[in-house]
């Protein structure tokens, strides 16, 4: 279901393991340069530029990006159009398969400038190429552009080219993070080599990547498995609502995923027909004052699969329920009555119930009364708790007493937003934002629980396993509830008996397809939580079909 993810240091140690395998340096250079050319042409014809007689001004750093560049030049010149290497060194700096694919360009009567003479329009190139190919930073490339490169982005960024093709990473942007480091390249197509980096697929990169398409270069299987990464993510995506993806994969390749939802994941004496068989979900929170979140999760629960799910709540949210929701289950709760409807009595009442149920969704709608903190420790401490999925109020309870992580196991799943992760980790959403990869790291050392970090690009940390990146940016789920559907849909999958990392992870990527589902009814938004919910049952049964084309699934 994964593709590699590496980082750029990562990355680095799979190139010198290829080399010390005995693949050389300049063959891995004229790999990446040959992916990279039929990149350029495929998405030079679909912009209705021939590359016979068009000009193409490629703009070289010092590195092994340069390198990309010299070997280019040469396809493009084969190609019948004309290149113009703007070199950010003098020829006799280069080292290296860099140093040897310029001098073969140069034999071959490439022509050759320098990057500070572009930089102050002394040289007779086009202001306008057809094409523009940025080589100048590769993934290396961290902290802050100096003045010089920043120059050389902005007057690449000006150039009024029909084509910009970023060459493994737009210079100027982070691998690590996404972020302009202040100022990034903006192109229409990034190609990177072998696997995506961490920073190339988080949505608020995809401004300066444009359509990210990952091509491979020969790197041996060997080499990535002994050297695994720290991250991955799925290896099929759907279609982005503006007709492009933000990352494409081979074609043939579809997601393993109808076999793992098509059946219970745990053997039922039952039978597969039965409703136990299929899982039970207990849902505990809400108020009086917030009586929707935890019927939403619930109904989500039921709308994923679960054959049995049972609301345990205050009489409002029961209420609630017996109105809008004739098929859940209920269950009253001993000892709780007025505006504190919860307590450490409160808790004990679930004991016995505990134990019959396939997971528990926990928090939706509980509120931030006084005995709520009371409840979580006394729930938390229940003997056969099952796997259990944590949101919303349940998160606030444990920031207000963070001994309770101690009580959190690797069979727990806890779903922050960006605001409640501040709070667990007492800063500010905008820090967690600033640097989301950083956030979740510092939410996996409070607990060796399953953390899912919510938003634009979800990031998903499992004890002992690479984060897993969520690369999509779907408006339609940008709404209120949407975390309680989330919430109850992982609920639904844990009591399917299948993996606690597995369930967290399939229920982002079921929510994502559910939202962007919706675009197709929605596609300015207007939806509500009850339609991402009530979707859900189309979405699964869509999950393992096969590709089509080079994207799949294909909604």
Not at 23 to 51: F, P, Q, V, Y
Not at 127 to 153: K, N, S, W, Y
Not at 156 to 178: E, M, Y
């Amino acid at each position: 279901m994964f593709v590699p993810v590496p980082t750029p240091e990562e990355m680095a140690r799979w190139d010198a393991a290829a080399i010390a395998a005995g693949i050389s340096e300049e063959t891995l250079m004229e790999n990446a340069a040959r992916a990279a050319m039929d990149c350029l042409r495929a998405h030079a014809s679909a912009r209705g530029i021939a590359l016979p007689g068009s000009s193409a001004l490629l703009l070289a750093g010092g590195g092994n990006n340069g390198g990309d560049a010299f070997c280019m030049a040469r396809h493009l010149l084969d190609a019948g159009a004309r290149p113009f290497l703007i070199c950010s060194r003098s020829p006799e700096q280069y080292r290296g398969a860099a140093a040897h694919w310029l001098q073969v360009a140069i034999n071959l009567g490439v022509p050759v400038f320098s990057a500070d003479d572009w930089a102050k329009d002394e040289i007779d190139v086009p202001f306008a190429p057809d094409i523009a190919v940025d080589a100048l930073l590769g993934t290396g490339f961290h902290g802050e552009l100096r003045a010089r490169e920043a120059g050389l982005v902005e007057k690449l960024n000006g150039l009024a080219a029909r084509l910009v093709l970023a060459v493994d990473v737009p210079s100027g942007l982070s691998a690590r993070n996404g972020r302009p480091s202040p100022v990034a390249v903006r192109a229409h197509v990034t190609v990177t080599f072998q696997a995506a980096k961490p920073g190339l697929l988080l949505p608020e990169a995809q401004p300066f990547t444009g359509r990210l398409e990952v091509r491979p270069i020969g790197m041996p299987r060997a080499v990535q498995e002994a050297n695994p990464p720290s991250f991955r993510t799925w290896i099929s995506f759907p279609r982005a609502l503006d007709g492009g993806t933000p990352y494409a994969v081979e074609r043939g390749a579809s997601p393993r995923v109808a076999k793992i939802l098509a059946e219970p994941a745990k053997p039922s004496s039952v039978g597969p027909a039965h409703k136990g068989a299929a899982g039970r979900v207990l849902v505990v929170g809400g108020c009086p004052s917030y009586t929707g979140a935890p019927c939403l999760a619930a109904w989500a629960a039921l709308r994923a699969g679960a054959g049995l799910v049972t609301l345990a709540g205050p009489e409002p949210v029961l209420n609630a329920a017996r109105l809008s929701m004739p098929a859940l289950t209920l269950r009253s709760l001993a000892g709780n009555s007025g505006d504190d409807a919860w307590s450490e009595k409160t808790a004990s009442s679930l004991a016995d119930a505990l134990p019959t149920y396939g997971a528990l969704v926990f928090g939706p709608g509980l509120g931030r009364e006084k005995g709520t903190v009371e409840f979580a420790d006394a729930l938390l401490r229940l003997p056969h708790r099952p796997p259990s999925v944590l949101d919303a109020d349940a998160l606030f309870a444990l920031a207000q007493r963070p001994e309770l992580l101690s009580l959190l196991r690797p069979c727990d799943v806890l779903t922050p937003h960006p605001g409640e992760a501040a709070t667990l980790l007492r800063t500010s959403a905008k820090d967690v934002q600033t640097d989301r990869f950083a956030a979740l790291r510092a939410l996996a050392e409070l607990a060796p629980a399953i953390w899912v970090l919510k938003g634009e690009g979800t990031l998903i940390a499992a004890p002992g396993e690479p984060t897993v990146i969520s690369p999509w940016r779907v408006p339609q789920l940008a709404v209120a509830g949407s975390g309680d559907v989330l919430a109850g849909l992982t609920g639904a999958l844990l009591a399917r008996g299948h993996g606690t990392p597995l369930a967290a992870t399939l229920g982002v990527w079921i929510h994502a397809f559910a939202g962007m589902r919706l675009a197709e009814d929605f596609p300015v938004r207007g939806n509500g939580p009850h339609d991402i919910a009530n979707i859900l049952p189309r979405v699964l049964g869509a999950a393992g079909e096969p590709c089509k084309g080079d994207i799949c699934p294909s909604f």
